[in-house]
């Protein structure tokens, strides 16, 4: 499962490296599944802006979306 979670303006900015973030493919584990999930992420410290809580809360709805069908 691919997801992007990528804002409109991706004009973000990470606040400790003062970097603009930039668009990365991140891996999450979730029930013993790996999904990639596109973020932004700082090319410095390679922090994604949106945590992995979030991005599992935002698979967790899609995951009812299509299961609601
Ligand atoms: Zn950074």
Not at 17 to 43: A, N, R
């Amino acid at each position: 499962m691919n997801l992007s979670f990528l804002p409109p303006d991706m004009n973000w900015t990470c606040e400790p490296c003062g970097e603009k973030l930039q668009p990365g493919i991140v891996e999450l584990q979730y029930v013993g599944s790996v999904f990639k999930v596109e973020l932004p992420v700082c090319p410095k410290c390679g922090k994604a802006l949106i945590s992995e809580d979030l991005a599992i809360g935002r698979m967790l709805e899609v995951e009812l979306l299509l299961e609601d069908k």
